[in-house]
């Protein structure tokens, strides 16, 4: 190999790594956990959400039933957004075509984004959602606790889990049903050893009520 060979084989690698590095940076800044004065960009939510459809902007979705106005959510908008996460809460509520639905599923692999997997903590899955599809929630391992939540009745619809919903969350310790039926495919109350949890910490709960 030449020594010219030499010199444009180093600057290839140079700009490579210095792409990643570039990649990695913008990532991380993007991605950060919030502390005061961090700088970043905030998302709205809170541990006690007040306002379920807050978050309603970064999904997209599918209509199921046109009559009874109910969608399925297909897509998580993030980086547009530039969201500094550490909740993700699923909205009662998503417009599509300027006609607003009710989110009673939650499909298949909606957060498979490689960026929102680097800091996700807690997700709250809103009162209405009846079903969550298959692998939903895949490979988030910085997912730590999932609360089921419910509307200020203290209500919440059943719900039924796919198998593999939370799949190789390795660090998902931790899912608060707040009361509500949460079930598996068998239509049996999901347990921290069920298929909808492989992968999950060793030490998962499963708390019904706080």
């Given at each position: ?177 707040n009361g509500r039926s949460v079930t ?27």
């Open positions: 190999m030449t020594k010219r060979t030499n010199t444009i084989m180093i600057l290839i690698i140079s700009v490579l790594l210095a792409l990643a590095v570039v990649s990695i940076g913008t990532t991380a800044a993007i991605w950060t956990s919030s502390a005061p004065g961090s700088g970043n960009t905030v998302a709205p939510a809170t541990d006690s959400p007040e306002n379920w459809n807050v978050w309603a902007k970064y999904f997209g979705g599918e209509i199921i039933d046109e009559n009874l106005h109910t969608a399925r959510l297909t897509v998580f908008h993030s980086d547009s957004y530039g969201l500094n996460l550490e909740t993700v809460i699923i909205p009662n509520i998503i417009s599509i075509d300027g006609k607003d639905y009710k989110v009673v599923e939650i499909g298949n692999q909606i957060f498979a984004d490689a960026t929102l997997k680097q800091l996700p903590v807690k997700v709250y899955i809103s009162p209405e959602v009846k079903h969550i599809s298959a692998m939903a929630f895949s490979n988030l391992p910085n997912l730590t606790k999932v609360v089921f939540g419910v509307d200020e009745n203290g209500q919440g619809a059943n719900c039924v889990l796919d198998d593999f919903t939370f799949m190789m969350c390795a660090e998902l310790s931790t899912v608060i049903t598996d495919t068998a239509n049996l109350p999901i347990t921290a050893a069920g298929l909808a949890f492989m992968g999950c910490a060793s030490n998962l709960t499963i708390i019904e009520n706080l």
